[in-house]
């Protein structure tokens, strides 16, 4: 059974740009998570998807959005990035969300410059 | 106030011996906690669930939860070197997100 792929695996990107970071879940999982993590903050929770559906949201401004499609399959969106912005993205697949075992990928790492 | 708190270490201990780490958690309504294990530069990879009160034993691992406490603990039996890796301890309720401890480092000595 194949795990949780993110792509791409590293990124580097210039202040002001966007970017796009891909993750497909396990089969037959319907939820995925979106984490950021920094040495300083650990894991921090960005938001979930569970059926297309935006069922939690972290704490994070308006530029970092998500989206869910009909495979699972899930993207997230940072706009106009700022050097705060590096770190390790990673996404954890689960059945059902927050009660249920969750899996995470190899994770995106993004570097701002 | 942070959600779940762990000791950051590190917990250093000898090859063969007892790791133990431990974890609280401030919200009541969690229902759902997770060991993770992840070594430098790589993901969180689960190493265990517990739902309900007491112990769940898995090979060299057993995590312990106490409701009324609200606390979590793993311990790691027979150390191995390659065990040292940081454990992150995570609490799952009604609100579908996990939310994570910061994480203790563990150093097994050979």
């Known amino acids: 059974k194949a795990g949780v792929t993110q792509t791409p695996r590293y990124l580097i990107k210039t202040r002001g740009q966007q970017v796009t970071l891909s993750c497909s879940p396990i089969s037959g999982h319907r939820s995925v998570s979106w984490y950021q993590q920094t040495p300083g903050q650990g894991l921090q929770f960005l938001f979930e998807y569970f059926s297309e559906t935006q069922r939690n949201k972290g704490n994070f401004p308006g530029r970092f959005s998500g989206r869910q499609f009909s495979n699972s399959r899930s993207e997230m969106n940072v706009s106009t990035l700022e050097l705060g912005d590096s770190a390790l993205y990673l996404c954890?697949?689960?059945?059902?969300?927050?009660?249920?075992?969750?899996?995470f990928g190899q994770g995106t790492r993004l570097t701002v410059v | 106030q942070k959600e779940v708190e762990q000791n950051s270490g590190p917990l250093s201990v000898p090859e063969g011996a007892i790791a133990s780490l431990n974890c609280t958690y401030s919200?009541?309504?969690?229902?759902?906690f997770f060991w993770y294990r992840q070594y430098s530069g790589k993901s969180p990879e689960l190493i265990m669930s517990?739902?309900?009160?007491g112990d769940k034993e898995d090979g060299r691992f057993t995590a312990q939860l106490n409701k009324a406490s609200q606390y979590v603990s793993l311990l790691i039996r027979d150390s191995q070197p390659s065990d040292s890796a940081t454990y992150l301890c995570a609490a799952g309720g009604a609100t579908n997100k996990l939310i994570f401890g910061t994480g203790t480092l563990l150093a097994v000595q050979p």
């Open positions: 919200d009541r309504g969690s229902q759902s």
């Open positions: 517990i739902y309900s009160n």
């Open positions: 954890a697949s689960s059945l059902q969300g927050g009660n249920t075992e969750a899996f």
